[in-house]
């Protein structure tokens, strides 16, 4: 398996501009977290799917942020315009939720640096 | 309110000595409970989790974690510290109660392993 699949790696832009970041989870997961992590806030869900559908968004900070599954291998989220203290690393993460309980499984994660 | 802390920000132990990484929660009802770890510029990787049954889980890399209701704890322990254990460790816990799917998260204990 290749795992939960992030792109880009790294991602270098101006403020102002627009930033779309992608995931593809585990095949067969039907679960779908996005995270932030910064040295000041630390760990931050900030939206989650299940079956596709949006469940919790109350993390996402403002309505700059916004966040999409069109199906179940591809989730995008969209920080539209983008400001310097969006810079942080952005994970995304899958589960297969059983109805009990699940493990999430972490992408490599996404460096964002908004200059 | 679900809650987790993780009262050491940092943990230094010289390599071949025992290590423990600590972990107390606050839930309503039973916890299922997490223990992550992060190496630097990587993703989050699981552990190990509790869910029911015994309470000394076993898990990657030679972790174990003692679940202690009694206590509210969940600390992460290894016998024998590597080097290469050096790491962010993330606990994190679920209400089994609660329908809501999100893990609430600790912020951290950076462990670090001395030659």
């Known amino acids: 398996d290749a795992g939960v699949i992030q792109s880009p790696r790294h991602e270098v832009t101006e403020m102002g501009q627009e930033v779309t970041l992608r995931c593809k989870p585990i095949s067969g997961h039907n679960s779908l977290f996005w995270y932030r992590q910064t040295m000041m806030r630390g760990l931050e869900l900030l939206i989650y799917?299940?079956?596709?559908?949006?469940?919790?968004d109350s993390g996402m900070p403002e309505d700059r942020f916004s966040a999409k599954m069109p199906n179940a291998s591809f989730s995008t989220l969209k920080i539209q315009p983008s400001e310097p203290r969006d810079s942080a690393v952005y994970f995304c993460a899958s589960s297969l939720w059983s109805g009990s309980t699940d493990t999430q499984y972490f992408g490599p994660g996404t460096r964002l640096t908004v200059l | 309110a679900q809650s987790v802390a993780q009262p050491e920000d940092q943990v230094n132990v010289a390599e071949g000595n025992p290590l423990t990484v600590k972990c107390t929660y606050s839930?309503?009802?039973?916890?299922?409970l997490f223990w992550y770890v992060q190496y630097p510029n990587r993703g989050l990787q699981f552990l190990l989790k509790y869910i029911t049954g015994d309470n000394l889980v076993k898990g990657s890399y030679g972790f174990e974690a003692e679940f202690n209701k009694s206590q509210t704890s969940f600390h992460l322990k290894k016998p024998s510290a590597l080097v290469s254990d050096s790491a962010l460790y993330f606990c994190a816990v679920r209400d089994i109660e609660d329908s809501n799917y999100q893990l609430i998260w600790g912020a951290g204990t950076k462990l670090i392993i001395k030659p």
């Open positions: 839930v309503s009802g039973n916890p299922y």
């Open positions: 799917f299940n079956n596709n559908v949006p469940i919790d």
